[in-house]
């Protein structure tokens, strides 16, 4: 799909209606019990300008935010698909132009996603090949960028888990740097010697080889380097402490972080942040093979600190204390991981909410404001620190797991101690939201993509 800036022309237009604001339709409006609340769709045939004019509903003017006509964009296009078109322009709501713009983009882009690979017979409506948006050409651009970032994370989570091997995530992680992207792959050989018994450990049970990678962008005269660290684990069967097989069934998204530190990276040499950006992942698979790592026994982490196994279905935090502290040795200014990390999180916030926790309150504020002006979920909760008591072991420096009370939280406790002090850290737990079971108003149902729009608007506005 091209997206073009420019004023609308062509035989279908796509606008926007605010509640009880229904202008020069208020005939048809009456005839369709068209309102403009939201998600109410309305197709008019006016003759002049257009042919064909696409409405959707914004809700009260009063409470519009570009969160909303996201949606409402979404709408209109799956209309539009339905209609077979293949070309719209698309006319943005007064108010702040850029956001709009870039929001109708996003909404439109990413309603249309569809996964086909395995499809056989992939039959369906027509594809919508133009859409023309009466918008800042900048901001129409950036959305397209957004947008394609995150699909190209949804594509990676919808793999099946045979096909997505740690080893096709390094591949995938090669293929997109380019024009100032670079990137190291690290084999089983080298994590080994780099001591990443973490990874080691997890990856034993299974015979796909692990791998660590490392990419990069740095922009010129950047002052500030971040990084960005993503949980791989390319399938989770909960290792010896196997998993029920209604609890295993969608375990293929457990590289959902991992997928989106690829697809935050792919879309840097567009954007160009005045930022340094290391995107870090560990990728294996947690399997129960006959050398899987067992409970009670003892890893260590690159950084020296020893690790009790309690669960081997606690297997993302021990991968992602070696990419941590792997990051921590590049002293950046901030550290965000992402991660699908516990079902503690997802009994807490439900499946659409993204729980965040942070050792530095200006960190933690900042991303919460991308990810509300992203229109993604967020909330943040606390690193309480009386909880380590929990995860305390009589054999080693911390246990993996602290039992059922309180399990986001000693997790991202645990995370916390691969984190050199003085760096300000933060932990996004996206186990609920990183995949859907149905479809959402911009996101079919699969993998979701979940945070990447979030940390390229964080990553802009360093």
């Not at 420019?6 to 279908?12: A, D, H, K, Q, Y």
């Not at 570009?66 to 799956?78: F, S, W, Y």
């Not at 901001?139 to 594509?155: H, P, Q, S």
Request: hydrophobic residues 40%; proline residues 6%; charged residues 25%.
């Amino acid at each position: 799909m091209k997206f073009v800036a420019g004023s609308p022309r062509g035989e279908t237009w796509v606008r926007f209606a605010f509640e009880g604001a229904l202008d020069d339709f208020r005939q048809a409006a009456r005839d369709n019990n068209f309102s403009g609340k939201e998600r109410e769709v309305l197709v008019h045939y006016p003759g002049k300008p257009c042919r064909r004019m696409i409405v959707a509903g914004l809700g009260p003017k009063d409470r519009f935010t570009p969160e909303k006509l996201r949606r409402a964009a979404a709408a209109a296009a799956q209309r539009a698909r339905a209609l077979d078109l293949e070309e719209i322009s698309v006319t943005l709501p007064p108010g702040d132009g850029a956001e709009n713009a870039q929001a109708a983009v996003e909404g439109i882009a990413l309603a249309l996603y569809e996964y086909k690979r395995y499809k056989s017979r992939p039959n369906g409506p027509g594809k919508l090949r133009t859409v023309r948006v009466d918008g800042d050409p900048e901001a129409v651009r950036r959305g397209e960028v957004y947008a394609r970032a995150t699909t190209l994370a949804r594509d990676l989570v919808n793999e099946p888990p045979s096909d997505c091997t740690p080893r096709r995530l390094a591949e995938a992680a090669r293929g997109v740097a380019r024009r100032g992207v670079r990137v190291k792959v690290f084999d089983e050989n080298r994590i080994r010697r780099m001591g990443m018994g973490g990874l080691l450990g997890v990856a034993a049970g299974s015979e796909q080889p692990p791998r660590f990678v490392h990419l990069s962008w740095r922009a010129p005269g950047a002052r500030r380097t971040v990084a960005l660290v993503g949980k791989g684990i390319t399938f989770d069967s909960g290792g010896l402490c196997l998993k029920p097989s209604d609890g295993m069934l969608h375990m293929k998204d457990d590289m959902s972080g991992a997928a989106a530190v690829i697809a935050v990276l792919s879309a840097l040499p567009d954007l160009r942040p005045r930022v340094n950006v290391h995107g870090i992942f560990a990728a294996t698979e947690n399997m129960p093979g006959g050398g899987a790592y067992k409970t009670r026994d003892v890893l260590r982490a690159m950084n020296g600190k020893t690790m009790e196994i309690i669960n081997t279905d606690a297997e993302g935090r021990l991968i992602l204390a070696d990419a941590l502290s792997y990051a921590s040795r590049l002293k950046p200014q901030a550290i965000v991981d992402i991660a699908t990390l516990t079902g503690a999180c997802v009994v807490a916030l439900g499946p659409e909410i993204t729980g965040i926790f942070s050792n530095d309150e200006k960190l933690r504020d900042r991303l919460l404001d991308c990810a509300r002006r992203q229109g993604e979920k967020m909330w943040p909760l606390p690193l309480e620190e009386e909880y380590w008591e929990m995860i305390k072991s009589d054999v080693a420096d911390m246990k993996n797991s602290g039992g059922r009370w309180g399990g986001a939280i000693t997790a991202a406790l645990f995370l916390k101690e691969f984190v050199d002090e003085g760096i300000p850290w933060a932990h996004l737990d996206i186990a609920g939201p990183c995949l859907v079971e149905s479809d959402k108003p911009y996101r079919p149902a699969g993998g979701t993509g979940v945070m990447v729009r979030t940390l390229l608007r964080w990553l802009e506005e360093q």
